[in-house]
């Protein structure tokens, strides 16, 4: 991490309570960064008095700050956008970092674009951005928006198309588990790029991954982005190992712990447990439930049946596992309903954690005492390894349960950047 002294930067936007961007400069230094929220009447006497000594713009204000720089990068000029602003002795400069940031993203992601056809899907200025780094790398551009000669009505003229980036902020949190396009109309695809990065997962990419294609999320570009704003900000260099590093450190703390398995395994215990130890909030859809429904879940069973209990838990499975830095513990049975999958994998990672059968009680829990732990846990276990990122055991130390789950978890990212 970088030194410095009394540094203040920031980032200007209209909703900025969900950005990553502040813990992303975190870690790159040690200045102060805050998120300034304004309204586009407000916009203006901010920049003719910038209480700030640098800056990151972000939509809708890209163009709205560019009447109120003195000097503007050619690369942002040629984008017609600006998201980084710094000072210099003529003024105010502008530059923009998310060219570098895609073009980072490309490159990790290790799909290759040369001579490729590349829909792009949307036409603001983020689509701009990755419409020069496509041509600029020998890519053949389409570009897909809701009105004109391409469009979503007739996207099905383009199956041919053998990479995807998706530059809208469709399936963007909150509105998420929709996707701008169905992938199956796409024949030879063989890559996907979104440049969402909340949640970690769309449902764009979440049927990529279904369909084999190899896809990536937006994290890489906003730490790519920041990285090389960081730079300008501080006149200095970083090497380009601090994105990678950043971006896992980054979606170890915003990607939700999700724990399933067996009713009585430990789920809640455990988990609260290990959001105390991390400082995360805990959330169980069981008790997210029993709080909507007003009656605790053997009343639901024996009032409504099982299939309205699977209605209401599902709706609970999509509230929480959407939000980011959860620990969550869920219902034995959420792996039944085939639709939380995607619910559970759009932000986070699934542990199974497993305990012996012997130890599991049946108090309370409808279905272990009408059909038995041994008769459940065998219809239960190819869902279990289905939905399951990773195993953790449960050991009679809740701590050392807790231990074993964060362990599992992390292994997870140890994976993915060996």
């Known amino acids: 991490m970088i030194q410095t002294n009394n540094f203040k930067a920031g980032l200007l936007g209209r909703k900025l309570s969900h950005s990553f961007s502040p813990q992303i400069h975190a870690h790159l230094a040690d200045y102060a960064y805050t998120l300034v929220e304004l309204e586009p009447e407000e916009v203006g006497a901010f920049m003719q008095n910038l209480p700030l000594d640098a800056m990151n713009v972000t939509i809708p204000y890209k163009k709205t700050v560019m009447p109120y720089l003195a000097d503007i990068s050619e690369e942002a000029q040629k984008i017609g956008s600006v998201n980084t602003i710094t000072r210099t002795e003529k003024g105010l400069r502008g530059d923009n970092t998310d060219y570098y940031g895609f073009s980072y993203m490309l490159q990790k992601s290790g799909i290759s674009v040369k001579e490729k056809k590349c829909l792009v899907l949307g036409s603001g200025g983020a689509s701009v951005t990755v ?161 909507k429904a007003g009656m605790p879940i053997p009343q639901i069973f024996a009032q409504y049946g099982e299939a309205h209990f699977r209605a209401l838990e599902h709706e609970a499975v999509c509230e929480c596992a959407k939000q980011s830095g959860l620990v969550l513990a869920t219902g034995g049975g959420v792996i039944k309903t085939k639709e939380n999958f995607d619910a559970l994998h759009q932000n986070g990672r699934v542990i199974w954690l497993q305990r012996d059968l012997s130890d599991l009680p049946v108090d309370g829990r409808p279905l272990s005492q009408k059909d038995g732990t041994q008769k459940l846990y065998e219809e239960r276990k190819p869902l279990y390894e289905h939905f399951c990122d990773a195993t953790a055991q449960c050991e009679s130390d809740v701590q050392q349960t807790a231990e074993n789950i964060l362990t599992s978890f992390l292994h997870l990212f140890e994976e993915e950047n060996p």
């Open 131 to 291: 419409q020069a780094v496509l041509r600029d790398l020998g890519a053949r551009v389409t570009v897909i928006s809701r009105s004109g000669e391409n469009n979503y009505d007739n996207i099905q003229m383009h199956n041919d198309a053998d990479v995807i980036v998706n530059t809208t902020p469709v399936g963007m949190y909150p509105h998420t588990g929709v996707s701008p396009v169905d992938l199956s109309v796409f024949e030879h695809l063989s890559g996907v790029l979104d440049l969402i990065y909340n949640p970690a997962q769309t449902q764009l990419l979440l049927d990529a991954k279904k369909l084999h294609i190899p896809c990536i999320n937006g994290l890489t570009m906003l730490t790519a982005q920041a990285k090389k704003a960081c730079e300008l900000f501080l006149k200095t260099e970083i090497g380009d190992s601090e994105i990678d590093r950043i971006t896992s450190a980054v979606a170890q703390t915003c990607e939700n712990i999700i724990l399933i398995g067996m009713p009585g395994c430990g789920k809640s215990t455990a988990g609260q447990a290990l959001a105390k130890r991390l400082g995360r909030k805990f959330a169980d859809t069981d008790a997210v439930i029993e709080q």
